[in-house]
């Protein structure tokens, strides 16, 4: 089998994007890797276009940026309606399975192939590219130990529509995926990917904070055995920290602490001070044993509720607008097992019931928003989607939930409030009507903010 010139020798494996084959190269006599997408169905349905403009992106995005650490690409192109990337041929393994055959206590190589990844995320990130699928599974480390970031097949371009700007491509400025559509993998997902929300080089440095803590303490920072619940412990930013004896040294902690912060704004400037930050231990000879930074970022991991939008001006909550959905569904559901579906009700009583149970959760966002505002006070107006779940017909879950006005100024608390209540219970709405054994209800609730005694309002803006 061929494409184009190239000689398919053997197949490699197989992915979410394609099949990877060892080819040779006769013109240039030399070694490469070729992926393929097969799209040779004739349908010509949207699918299939999107996937081939997704492989298409993945190719140029990755010849776009020259760099040791990043999978170089040679080639791309169609062949008998099948499109092809030829690449860099890299001999070894994924960095996931390196770490699988490595010695867990030889943390100090362990940094050395992450900061590795993270330089060649770096260069992207210079070349306004943001990968926002970095896991172990998209790192190679070659024979000779040198690590390359690959699969950049998510990336997008961040950069301003400049016409006069070459790096722009085509098919870079092509927008590929809907509006609140959630890209990634969800175990290594920040917060604005949860919430489908805008992403950029800070999403690629949780992703890779989150990767790093996992190789470094065996363990990933966030837990969850569904995704619903690995969403709320990111959210929440609660982080499983390392025991005090671990032999890692306490500033690479405090580094992964700052890039695991659930808003954006909170993390390291970019992917050079994050390198900077793991290398380079700070002075703590007038500042007391080191254990007080862990402690210090301890907390301010904790506080990291904050908010889970990172563009705080994106949506007007004013009372006199159409209220806007701010958050897609979060949560794509499976379809159900009974497709009927008949409408039901929830009482006041049970709302109220609910907010009370959740009680804590909005403590929490008001706690943070009181940081930034201590005059905070007002109200949220949520309006929930219940459909019952499939497994217990005692509850109803969130399908979805929207703001629908709010008069407090500090909308980051708004947000939050928000994303905390995508994992609310509800009871099961009784039906009114029909036949389903499946009911969906639409409620609406206010979440009254206090004023604290002795505190002015805050001032609203003209």
Not at 381 to 399: A, N, Q, S
Request: charged share 25%; proline share 6%.
């Amino acid at each position: 089998m061929q494409f184009g010139r190239y000689i398919i020798k053997k197949m490699l494996g197989k992915g979410g994007m394609g099949v990877v084959y060892a080819a040779f190269d006769p013109t240039l006599n030399r070694r490469i890797a070729i992926k393929v997408l097969r799209v040779s169905n004739g349908s010509g349905d949207m699918d299939t276009q999107s996937a081939r403009a997704r492989m298409l992106r993945e190719a140029q995005a990755m010849a776009m940026v020259g760099h040791p650490n990043l999978v170089q690409v040679f080639d791309v192109g169609t062949y008998d309606d099948d499109v092809y990337i030829a690449m860099e041929f890299v001999e070894g393994v994924t960095l996931r399975d390196w770490l699988v055959n490595h010695d867990r206590k030889d943390w100090r190589t362990i940094l050395k192939r992450y900061l590795d990844a993270a330089r060649g995320l770096h260069a992207a990130h210079q070349r306004r590219l943001i990968h926002r699928d970095f896991k172990p599974e998209n790192v190679m480390v070659d024979n000779n130990g040198h690590t390359r970031v690959m699969d950049f097949g998510l990336a997008r371009h961040t950069g301003p529509d400049d016409p006069n700007d070459t790096s722009r491509t085509p098919i870079l400025a092509r927008p590929l995926t809907q509006t609140g559509m959630i890209m990634g993998t969800p175990a290594y997902m920040a917060p604005e990917q949860f919430l489908a929300d805008h992403t950029d080089h800070r999403t690629d440095q949780f992703a890779f904070c989150v990767a790093l803590y996992e190789a470094l303490y065996g363990y990933r920072p966030f837990r969850g055995d569904s995704m619903k619940a690995l969403a709320r412990s990111v959210m929440r930013g609660e982080i499983v920290l390392p025991p005090k004896k671990s032999p890692i040294p306490d500033h690479i902690l405090t580094a992964l602490l700052k890039g695991l912060q659930t808003d954006s704004e909170d993390r390291h400037d970019n992917m050079g001070v994050l390198i900077d930050e793991l290398t380079t231990p700070p002075d703590t000879s007038n500042h007391g044993p080191p254990w007080i930074l862990y402690i210090v970022s301890c907390l301010v991991a904790f506080a990291g509720i904050t908010a889970y939008v990172t563009t705080a001006d994106k949506v007007s909550f004013s009372e006199t607008e159409k209220p806007k959905v701010i958050s897609e569904d979060m949560f794509p559901r499976n379809e159900p097992v009974i497709p009927m579906v008949t409408q039901g009700t929830i009482t006041d009583d049970q709302m109220d019931a609910v907010i009370a149970r959740h009680q804590e959760d909005i403590d929490d966002c008001v706690t943070q928003g009181r940081k930034r505002d201590p005059g905070l006070e007002g109200f949220v107006d949520l309006r929930f989607e219940i459909v019952v779940d499939e497994k217990d017909y005692k509850f109803g879950d969130v399908d979805r939930v929207l703001v629908r006005d709010t008069d407090l100024f500090d909308r980051r608390t708004a947000r939050c409030i928000l994303g905390m209540s995508m994992s609310w219970r509800f009871p099961a709405p009784s039906c009114q009507s029909g036949a389903g054994d499946q009911c969906e209800a639409e409620v609406d609730a206010r979440i009254e903010i206090p004023p604290v005694r002795g505190i002015a309002p805050p001032k609203k803006p003209r």
